[in-house]
């Protein structure tokens, strides 16, 4: 079964840092551009940050710029998300997403269960 | 940044109804729109991608229209299974991959 599972979310205070990772299984991430998505709670959805398919380019949104550092390891078949200087506002559900990309359409079709994050202010 | 809007923000339907939600660019985004289906406490999942293309395995009372700056996310013949929340997000300008606020579809 293709999946993705996220993990290394919880409760860390303001200004502390976190790092999630993703692990894919049933397909290889290495074709993949990876994503993160957050969800606040009861709000939409918020693309934060992506990486390309060989680790080379990294784009965050601009409210985690210089606190978020997206990374990746192929061999390990996993994404990484690494969080500093944490604010309360960070606090969210944390889906890790694959983009697929084909000639006329790029979706973000499969997505893990999330990992939730709380900041505590 | 392209900014996507949905509306309505939430509507209350019955099984059987017929549901239309649209959702507006702040740019033309072509073709490159998709949508995506959320239940409470899950993952999202994508629907429609391509703006009209259904996902592999979505029921084909699904369906999605349009083009440039203006779609719609069509729902005929209304199941229990979809009362959720449906998000639309654009492809074509990125970073960022900007969502729509979302419209909660619920039981009348």
Same mark, same amino acid.
């Given at each position: 079964e293709v999946q993705l599972v996220e993990s290394g979310g919880g409760l860390v205070q303001s200004g502390g840092s976190l790092r999630l990772s993703c692990a894919a299984s049933g397909f290889t991430l290495s074709g993949h551009w990876m994503h993160w998505v957050r969800q606040a709670p009861g709000k939409g959805l918020v693309w934060v940050s992506r990486i390309n398919d060989d680790g080379t380019s990294t784009s965050h949104a601009d409210f985690v710029k210089g606190r978020f550092t997206i990374s990746r390891d192929n061999a390990r078949n996993t994404v990484y998300l690494q969080m500093n200087s944490l604010r309360a506002e960070d606090t969210a559900v944390y889906y890790c997403v694959s983009l697929t990309v084909a000639v006329d359409y790029s979706a973000f079709d499969i997505w893990g269960p999330g990992t939730m994050v709380t900041v505590s202010s | 940044d392209i900014q996507m809007t949905q509306s309505p923000s939430s509507l209350s339907a019955s099984v059987g109804d017929r549901v239309t939600i649209t959702c507006r660019a702040? &740019? *033309? /985004? *072509? *073709?490159?729109l998709n949508w995506y289906q959320q239940k409470p406490g899950k993952a999202p999942k994508l !629907?429609?991608?391509?703006?009209s293309n259904l996902q592999s395995? /979505?029921? *084909?009372r699904f369906s999605g229209s349009g083009s440039g700056t203006d779609f719609t996310l069509t729902i005929s013949n !209304? &199941? !229990?299974?979809?009362?959720a929340t449906y998000y639309c997000q654009q492809s074509h300008s990125t970073p960022p991959d900007t969502f729509g606020q979302g419209t909660k579809v619920e039981i009348k």
């Open positions: - | 702040s &740019q *033309s /985004v *072509s *073709s490159h !629907l429609i991608h391509g703006a395995g /979505v029921p *084909s !209304l &199941q !229990l299974e979809d009362f």
